[in-house]
């Protein structure tokens, strides 16, 4: 797997760099985004551009399609091993894992999946940016948060401090 996931990192990158090196530029050259991303330099350019956007779509989508098929895979057998279990505690404390991760898996792949596999026309430049910034800042900051909700002395935390704010 290791040998597999070397190889399709090799040839994502390699999909990317070869399309974006088969564009001509010839017009402005200051890029609408936060960071020099993929889909931005493709606006950039001034030859046909479809190739270029859809062959890193399309090896982008397959890589996330597989790593989430492996993702789901795992999860089937976790469940399995969960559903055995004889203490609805450890029962609880293992779903609790689980959704925590599940979480941060969703809303990364599902921002990943919006911005670098869905065609380009469904969505404008400046929500391009918004989801962007959500994957590459939002994102690895809500992740301590999402899995420290799993202990119980944050949740209280967590509840009692709403409760003053609503209160006050």
């Known amino acids: 797997i290791l040998i ?20 001509l530029f010839c017009g402005p050259n200051r890029v609408n985004h936060f960071f020099c991303d993929f889909a931005p330099l493709v606006e950039l350019s ?27 895979t795992s999860y089937i057998y976790i469940l399995i091993t969960i559903l055995k279990m004889r203490s609805n505690r450890g029962r609880h ?3 609790s894992t689980c959704t925590a991760h599940l979480t941060a898996v969703t809303l ?15 969505f404008s430049t400046d929500q391009n940016k918004v989801v962007s910034v959500f994957y590459m800042v ?4 809500l992740n301590p ?14 509840k009692r401090e709403l409760g003053r704010k609503i209160l006050s």
Do not use: H, Q, R, W
Not at 6 to 23: H, K
Not at 108 to 122: C, E, L, Q
Not at 147 to 157: M, P, T, V
């Open 4 to 23: 597999l996931a070397y190889v399709s990192s090799f040839l994502n990158a390699s999909s990317f760099t070869i399309s974006f090196y088969l564009l």
């Open 46 to 72: 001034c030859s046909d551009s479809s190739i270029a956007s859809v062959v890193p779509s399309f090896t982008g989508g397959s890589i996330i399609v597989f790593t989430v098929f492996v993702i789901a």
């Open 93 to 95: 404390k293992a779903f």
């Open 108 to 122: 990364y792949f599902g921002t990943i999946t919006f911005v670098y596999v869905m065609p380009k026309s469904t």
């Open 138 to 141: 939002v994102i690895p900051m």
């Open 145 to 158: 948060i999402i899995y420290s909700l799993k202990n119980n002395e944050i949740k209280g935390a967590l």
